[in-house]
């Protein structure tokens, strides 16, 4: 299993904090190139590819609120 579906796995269960740090280490596996995070994604099972899709978008939401109230710091400055 790997760091996705160990994850998307702990979501189901009740130590949520367990599910968030499982989360958080599986996507700061991931670095700028965004081609192969696209590829990775696409081999996934369906499961997986809606769950990344899921958190994708609400990121992309995320993302404009803060952009439009001109309130994000450095780190998300070239995202948004």
Not at 49 to 70: E, F, G, P, T
Request: charged share 30%; hydrophobic share 35%.
């Amino acid at each position: 299993m790997n760091e996705m579906e160990t994850a998307v796995s702990l979501f189901s269960g009740k130590d949520f904090e367990k599910a968030h740090e499982a989360m958080s280490a599986a996507c700061n596996i991931y670095g700028l190139d965004r081609q192969a995070f696209i590829e990775l994604i696409i081999s996934q099972k369906p499961k997986i590819k809606k769950v990344w899709m899921d958190i994708c978008r609400q990121w992309v939401k995320h993302l404009h609120r803060a952009y439009s109230n001109n309130s994000y710091d450095d780190r998300n400055r070239q995202s948004c």
